[in-house]
């Protein structure tokens, strides 16, 4: 799962077994809070920067088992501390998400797709790495497909969020791409949904559902509730992705979320799971 935007996606929920559910959390806390110290508030870029660079000393120290000095981050990274020596989690993806965090202060576009997908492999995938780690599931395959599901929602996010992201000067849609099918900034700052911009999210929304349906059948390997758990996630994305072309791609005046009555769909649709490549 994405760092950003969980509201679509289930997290520690009861389909996890309940052994996991603590270190899932304690995972999550930490990805929250240090995408919050890069997004969030008013505060300038180099008190970020210097904040996050906090984090990155107390994630080393957290992992020896040394006490985290700063009374606000100790709490949060004593119990990430218990959760990674507990389970020999690796601490590269930690890194990777305070990189991508800190990428995030001052980079608001993108080149081309290779560019944003470097981010992706930083700002999502490592989740995704995590929770196979605690699964002790993390054979290269299923990190393979682990990375497509996980950049997949993450370019959902993105092509959800166009508007919001807007708002804090950010494009995240490939500017190689919006050259191509002729879109340009003003027309995003206006929210023109023409038929430019329709077969520009058109192209990004069909290759985001590529990656997730090459993704899909890892949630078929992992077993029991885990695979339960990310059917739903996976399931969930394609879902975002149906209520963005069902708008006809006008995220500007109708950003998608999940109802109750998605979720209902949603777990009648992993009861075929295998059927949706």
């Given at each position: 799962?994405?760092v ?15 052994r ?13 809070s ?6 969030e ?9 210097a904040?996050?660079?906090d ?12 006490a ?5 981050l ?12 507990a ?18 202060v ?5 080149r081309?797709?290779a ?9 999502a995938?490592?989740v995704?790495?995590?929770l196979?780690?605690?699964y ?8 393979r ?6 950049t ?8 959800q ?22 879109v ?18 058109d ?7 590529r ?8 949630a ?8 339960w ?11 975002i ?37």
């Amino acid at each position: 799962m994405p760092v950003n935007h969980y509201e679509n996606f289930p997290v520690a929920s009861l389909l996890l077994p309940a052994r996991l559910r603590e270190p899932v959390e304690a995972i999550y806390a930490f990805a929250r809070s240090a995408d919050d110290v890069a997004d969030e508030g008013d505060a300038p870029a180099v008190a970020r920067l210097a904040r996050l660079h906090d984090y990155r000393l107390a994630l080393e120290a957290c992992a020896r088992g040394v006490a985290v000095r700063d009374e606000i981050l100790a709490p949060m990274f004593a119990r990430l501390g218990d959760t990674i020596r507990a389970h020999r989690l690796p601490l590269q993806p930690f890194r990777n998400l305070l990189d991508a965090f800190a990428q995030d202060v001052g980079k608001t576009r993108y080149r081309d797709f290779a560019e944003l997908q470097d981010y992706c492999r930083r700002s999502a995938d490592p989740v995704g790495r995590l929770l196979l780690c605690l699964y002790d599931a993390a054979t290269p395959d299923n990190l393979r497909r682990s990375d497509a599901i996980c950049t997949s929602l993450q370019l959902i996010n993105f092509w959800q969020d166009v508007a919001v992201d807007w708002q804090k000067e950010r494009i995240y849609l490939p500017l190689d791409d919006m050259a191509r099918f002729g879109v340009t900034e003003d027309d995003i700052a206006a929210g023109r949904s023409n038929d430019a911009w329709r077969a520009l999210m058109d192209f990004e929304v069909q290759r985001a559902r590529r990656m997730m349906l090459d993704g899909a059948p890892l949630a078929c390997a992992l077993p029991g509730r885990i695979g339960w758990e990310l059917r739903l996630i996976v399931l969930g994305g394609l879902r975002i992705l149906e209520c963005i072309e069902a708008t006809a791609y006008d995220v500007f005046r109708h950003r998608p979320v999940l109802a109750k009555g998605d979720w209902l769909r949603l777990a009648w649709r992993a009861l075929n799971y295998r059927n949706i490549a």
